[in-house]
């Protein structure tokens, strides 16, 4: 008997894909998950002949490339063939072998004045030395990224929303200005996921992940990825995969895999809890500001509800009291446990002026020093906000 098909075409629905998309049956045994294939090497039965495919595992590995099918079903299922995605050892990774691929010394490079901290450090830091030149705007304002343009730009880079204080793009705007400037552009959709937000469809032409956050969604795995809609990039980023080799390893792939299998209700979960805690912080009188792009007075409001069709589980809020109140708020609390990253099924606090975006500090992505960042995890939710009155109560007294 032959296995159940699992192509693409049966396959219309978001959750259905992210179960079965490059997950087929084993071959050999008919083991419904796909095995972690922990190899280095290959056999060929002549020399050159491969008998099962597979060479070596920076090149390809089955459990590497299952994940890779299954991320390229999620974002791209909607664009036809030619979508692909790739995996690395970390976002980062991610990134590097990306910037490296499409850009060379002396090109230049439209960023966010408002991103993910080690973004920033991996251009202003390591690729500059490099040669390749960047400016920092608020991409919220497409004249902004305009007038940023230059004869050498090759890729608009956007995040959003972003890293730590929520802002807003607008992918179908960015896309245009990218479009017409001969740059690319590459969308970091960390922070919602390909259940919330697909950036290719509204004309992105790479999208970026830390797959650490909530693909892998349980705190485990460091990982990234790329998904590229054009065909002729996709081979070009494959030979740079390899070339560099900052590939995820199976076991990561594994995980990543078995995350993405519920990323769906998760992210329903995650929102649903996100909307409640941002209920209770607005009209805290703890609580300065909330940034929340699910928010009727967001700034970016109006294209999070056109682009996204949830708000995402990430929530920032400033702290009445300046810096020190903000970090007494992050030591306070109990249930949020005082971490870095995101996405995961529990949930995290941290400042991040001194974690996640301490490398960020006197540049143009410096964040405000009462700033506080949650990941809304998947506890009881009247645990997290009973964490919350407790953590912001000093503040009162
Ligand atoms: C964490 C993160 C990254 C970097 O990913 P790593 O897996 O830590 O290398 C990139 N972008 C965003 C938005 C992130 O949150």
């Not at 809609?229 to 980023?237: I, S």
Request: charged share 20%.
């Amino acid at each position: 008997m032959t296995p159940p098909a699992t192509s693409l075409g049966s396959m219309t629905g978001f959750d259905t894909r992210a179960i079965h998309a490059g997950q087929p049956p084993d071959p050999t045994t008919g083991a419904v998950v796909p095995p972690i294939y922990q190899v280095s090497t290959y056999y060929q039965d002549r020399v050159g002949e491969l008998r099962g495919g597979y060479e070596y595992s920076r090149a390809a590995n089955p459990t590497r490339a299952a994940l890779e099918e299954c991320l390229a079903a999620l974002e791209g299922a909607a664009l036809g063939d030619g979508v692909r995605g790739l995996a690395f050892a970390s976002g980062l990774a991610a990134e590097d072998c990306l910037l490296r691929t499409v850009c060379g010394p002396g090109d230049h490079v439209v960023i966010p004045n408002d991103a993910y901290g080690g973004t920033f450090r991996l251009f202003a830091r390591v690729l500059e030395r490099w040669g390749l030149t960047w400016s920092a705007v608020p991409l919220s304002d497409l004249d902004a990224v305009r007038s940023a343009i230059r004869d050498r730009t090759r890729v608009v880079w956007a995040e959003t929303p972003t890293n730590p204080l929520l802002g807003i793009a607008d992918i179908a705007g960015l896309a245009e200005v990218a479009r017409g400037a001969g740059a690319l552009l590459v969308v970091d959709n960390t922070f919602a996921s390909p259940y919330l937000q697909r950036p290719m469809e509204l004309g992105a032409d790479v999208v970026v992940h830390s797959t650490t956050k909530y693909l892998g969604g349980h705190s485990d795995v460091v990982g990234g990825a790329l998904v590229v809609r054009d065909a002729e990039l996709g081979e070009q980023l494959a030979f740079h995969q390899k070339a560099m080799g900052a590939v995820a390893g199976p076991f990561d792939a594994w995980l990543v895999l078995r995350g993405v299998k519920t990323l769906g209700v998760r992210m329903e979960r995650h929102c649903t809890a996100a909307e409640r805690v941002v209920d209770m912080l607005v009209g805290h009188p703890g609580v300065t500001e909330v940034r929340y792009p699910g928010l009727a007075q967001h700034p970016g409001h109006e294209v999070a509800a056109k682009q996204m069709s949830r708000f995402g589980g990430m929530v920032s809020f400033r702290v009445r009291g300046g810096e020190d109140a903000a970090v007494e708020v992050c030591n306070r609390a109990r249930l949020f446990t005082l971490a870095e990253s995101l996405g995961g099924v529990e949930s995290l606090i941290e400042h991040p002026g001194r974690m996640t975006h301490a490398s960020a500090a006197g540049s143009p992505l410096e964040v405000p020093e009462d700033l506080v960042r949650l990941s809304i995890g998947l506890e009881s939710i009247e645990d997290l906000l009973a964490d919350l009155e407790y953590a912001l109560q000093s503040d009162r007294s």
